[in-house]
């Protein structure tokens, strides 16, 4: 018995009417075929029309050239493309889960993929002081299970740029940051991981006030986080997603290298008091 198709919400998703009028129009025409006259794969086709991917801006003209639809699925890519996915965190580690390849920028934290416990149970403090011991506990779990996709024997490429305000704003005092900064240096020594710091020294960039992460999935396609204090925006239409590809990319190319990142947290590991000193 063939799978159902997974249900869609057109009413409350421009991304979903997409789909939703894909599979109409498509009708007894398999995926396959579709596939053959658009020249895009059927695992791709799939995904956007079952709403979990956005379409590729090439895509609505020749799904209207192939239905005779006169613009439609133009029009519904211009308002899908600037729609805000409608539970944007689940998304995103649904697509932090399957890239190949994820790079980070981070200018007030520590990235999640490299807080050690200690300091990812503090921050969650910091960010709901009234928040349950069983309630941080479960996003401590979650958190970590997130970290263990960079152990896996298919781990994704992981590049990270680490602001040097985020050496310096510590949580929980030197017994928190000297683990924690040891764990930035270990990215270096790990094969499938770079880690890179921007000084001070470099000034203002484009990717000021946040924090940003860049995933590319093994199709090719990619797909841009920009995270603020308590809300996330997943961005995945071409032009955005290449600008801040651009930000990134040239922000990496001013870092430190990552021998010299290295030396520069070392060093500040070596800052830190000693909390077994009077």
């Not at 050690?116 to 299970?145: G, N």
Request: charged share 25%; net charge negative; with cysteine.
């Amino acid at each position: 018995m063939p799978a159902r198709p997974r249900p869609l919400t057109p009413d409350r998703s421009a991304r979903h009417l997409f789909g939703a009028k894909m599979r109409t129009y498509r009708g007894s025409m398999s995926l396959e075929r579709l596939a053959e006259i658009v020249n895009f794969s059927k695992s791709h086709l799939a995904r956007v029309e079952t709403a979990e991917s956005m379409p590729p801006p090439e895509l609505p003209a020749l799904l209207d050239a192939a239905f005779d639809t006169d613009g439609i699925f133009v029009e519904l890519y211009q308002v899908a493309r600037r729609e805000i996915h409608p539970d944007p965190f689940r998304r995103r580690m649904e697509i932090e889960a399957k890239a190949r390849v994820i790079a980070d920028y981070t200018g007030q934290l520590m990235p999640g993929l490299a807080q050690t416990e200690e300091y990812a149970r503090l921050l969650f403090r910091a960010y709901d002081p009234r928040a349950t011991d069983a309630k941080v506990e479960d996003l401590l779990a979650a958190r970590m299970s997130r970290q263990a996709r960079l152990r896996d024997d298919d781990a994704p490429d992981y590049s990270v740029v680490i602001d040097e305000a985020v050496l310096c704003r510590g949580f929980g005092g030197p017994s928190v940051m000297r683990p924690q900064l040891a764990r930035l240096i270990d990215l270096n020594e790990t094969a499938n991981c770079v880690m890179q710091v921007l000084p001070f020294s470099h000034g203002g960039h484009a990717l000021m006030g946040g924090s940003l992460a860049l995933f590319t999935l093994g199709d090719g396609t990619q797909v841009a986080w920009e995270e603020g204090h308590a809300s996330g925006t997943l961005l995945e239409d071409f032009d955005s997603v290449v600008t801040r590809r651009h930000a990134y990319d040239l922000l990496r190319s001013c870092a430190l290298s990552p021998t010299e990142s290295s030396a520069f947290v070392r060093n500040a590991m070596e800052a830190l008091p000693d909390e077994h000193r009077p």
